[in-house]
């Protein structure tokens, strides 16, 4: 029979983890060492404290001829080729990553295949987003376009990766019982399979449209369109307000996609339960 | 009658009429009557509209960004030329990459680190079990979606221009990155936890951040750490980038080596920084299951 521990006796048995709590400040404790020595700490100049300042007050009163134009150099333009690069970018990766997602998904192709669809899909997400923007521009010549391509493919990666997930995830009973009442493919497929990817789906091209609008404001800094080139010719040039102006569209051009975003994906998830 | 009522009662029905003329009306019922009579109807679907609300956005997307599908074909053999030229890498450039990797390494180390320390007490003040003060509550929200809108790339350049190009600057820039996500995820984090320990303890007179340590740290901790290193695995990812802006680690390279066509070097770059995500990637991934 166990004995009856005092509050003592049982606080004395919690589980103890020295060692990985040890390991754990040694190591972090050493790699923050090594890192913070090797950083070259500038002296916090007035100079600097002066640009932070200016960049700052620039923020209140940004550049508002070109806030409220709807001519090419206004800041509305260029959000909304921004957003129209993203768009069109998920919708292409979107539609490149589904092949890929089937191939890589382990309950439809076998283990050799779903290899090889996972391998490839790893090569593409080794090239980092400017890397593919540089590619393009070499293709395509400067420009949003160039944009929409590596838009579409960087979206790749994370998207065949959750499209797998939710195609592994696939309830077969419902295909087996289709099978039984005597579907034919087609109908198996359009009754049976679409149904239960749908709206994971959607909710996944979602999400990766708000990341890509992210993207596609900082794309322009290649030469692939976009706000982006706007914001960094006018830091580099120290014309603040004019930058100032260009964060504010990021800004809340971000905030309402992510805003109607999150709406959509949440009314889709009740849905789907 | 205010405006409110009235829009009620006149406009709302009358719009609501029309909406469903434009949606559900213009498309008749369909039933079906199955072999042993029951009826059934078919449920309306929205995926036509749907589509042609995608369709639309898209033509008017495609003006805008000039898509040429024509150009696009005569001239995509000039990717896989660049392609293929990465295919056979100059591998004796692995010398000069050393060093810029390890800057990017430390840089998303102690930036994460900076960050991932900032964010708790931050998730502390934004999560609405906790603090029950709905104007701090909503400034720190607001301030934190503030900050998680600018991508670091932004950050990295207001940066290096005010303090410097270099390593610093990517430091701070992923530090605020890091921040601005972690908040946000450990603030849901909290909000999900059992608040029971914590009250009891409060109710034996303790203060509210002792409490806190004791009661809820233990709950936080393995996610606190698991979501920390997931975004040290996301960051050396940007921090790859950071150099473009000036801000130290291999952006630097792959910027010089695109910009002088040596795509020789450019596969050696990302053969290294695969290695080096790949590994840490991993290593990550093992440390946070054990964690779970």
């Known amino acids: 029979m166990e004995k009856k521990l005092t509050v003592q006796e049982m606080y004395e048995q919690h589980p103890k983890r020295y060692i990985a709590v040890i390991t754990t400040i040694l190591v972090l404790g050493g790699m923050t060492i090594w890192s913070a020595t090797s950083i070259r700490w500038p002296s ?8 932070v300042r200016t960049i700052f007050r620039s923020l209140l009163e940004p550049n508002r001829d070109w806030l409220f134009t709807l001519r090419p150099i ?8 921004t957003v129209s690069i993203a768009f069109l970018g998920t ?123 992210r993207n596609a404001t900082i794309l322009g800094l290649v030469g692939a369109g976009g706000i982006g080139s706007t914001l ?42 | 009658m205010n405006i409110k009522s009235k829009f009620k009662e006149h406009y709302w029905p009358s719009f609501k009429k029309l909406v469903n003329k434009l949606t559900v009306q213009t498309k008749p019922v369909r039933t079906h009557t199955l072999s042993n009579g029951i009826v059934v109807i078919e449920p309306f679907s929205k ?62 180390f102690l930036g994460s680190l900076i960050g ?11 999560a609405n079990n906790i603090t029950k003060n709905r104007v701090v509550l ?4 607001f301030i934190l979606s503030l900050v998680r809108t600018l991508p670091v790339l932004v950050y990295a350049a207001i940066l290096a221009l005010a303090f410097g190009f270099g390593v610093f600057a990517g430091t701070v820039a992923i530090a605020f990155f890091t921040f601005g996500i972690l908040s946000k995820m450990m603030y849901e984090n909290i909000e999900t936890i059992d608040l029971g320990a914590y009250t009891a303890i409060e109710a034996t007179g303790s203060n509210k951040p002792k409490a806190f340590v004791t009661a809820v740290f233990p709950q936080i901790m393995p996610s606190y750490l698991s979501y920390s290193l997931y975004s040290f695995e996301i960051n050396i ?30 596969a050696v770059l990302i053969v290294m920084l695969f290695i080096v995500v790949f590994t840490i990637e991993n290593l990550s991934r093992y440390l946070r299951k054990r964690l779970s």
Do not use: H
């Open chain 1, 44 to 51: 916090i100049n007035p100079a600097g404290v002066a640009i």
């Open chain 2, 116 to 126: 991932a320390l900032l964010a708790l007490p931050v998730a502390f003040l934004s």
């Open chain 1, 74 to 81: 206004g800041i509305p333009k260029q959000m909304f080729e």
């Open chain 2, 237 to 266: 990812r940007y921090a790859a980038i950071l150099g473009y802006v000036g801000a130290g680690g291999i952006g630097l390279l792959f910027d010089d080596r695109m910009a002088w066509r040596r795509y020789e070097d450019v």
């Open chain 1, 232 to 273: 960094i010719w006018a830091m580099a040039a120290y014309r603040w307000k004019d930058a100032a102006a260009a964060l504010w569209g990021i800004i809340v051009v971000v905030l309402v996609i992510e805003f109607i975003s999150t709406k959509i994906r949440k009314s889709l998830a009740s849905s789907d339960s």
């Open chain 1, 91 to 213: 919708i292409l990766g979107a539609i490149l990553a589904l092949p890929l997602a089937f191939l890589s998904s382990r309950n439809i192709t076998g283990r050799f295949y779903s290899f090889i669809g996972i391998l490839s899909v790893t090569l593409i997400r080794t090239f980092p987003v400017f890397v593919l923007g540089l590619m393009f521009v070499r293709v395509t010549g400067p420009g949003p376009f160039a944009g929409v391509m590596t838009i579409g493919l960087a979206s790749i990666g994370m998207m065949t990766k959750l499209y797998v997930e939710s195609i592994e995830d696939i309830d077969k009973g419902v295909i087996e019982a289709l099978d039984a009442t005597g579907a034919t493919t087609l109908q198996k497929i359009r009754y049976g399979i679409i149904p239960q990817l749908s709206a994971n789906f959607i909710s996944n091209s979602i999400y990766r449209f708000e990341i890509n609008v």
């Open chain 2, 47 to 108: 995926t036509p509209l749907i589509l042609f609300i995608l369709l639309i956005l898209s033509v008017i997307a495609w003006e805008a960004t000039n898509v040429n599908l024509t150009y696009l074909f005569t001239r995509f053999g000039n990717f896989f030329d660049i392609l293929r030229r990465m295919t056979s890498p100059r591998w004796a450039y692995w010398r000069n990459v050393i060093q810029p990797m390890l800057d990017t390494i430390q840089m998303s």
């Open chain 2, 138 to 141: 909503g400034t720190t929200r």
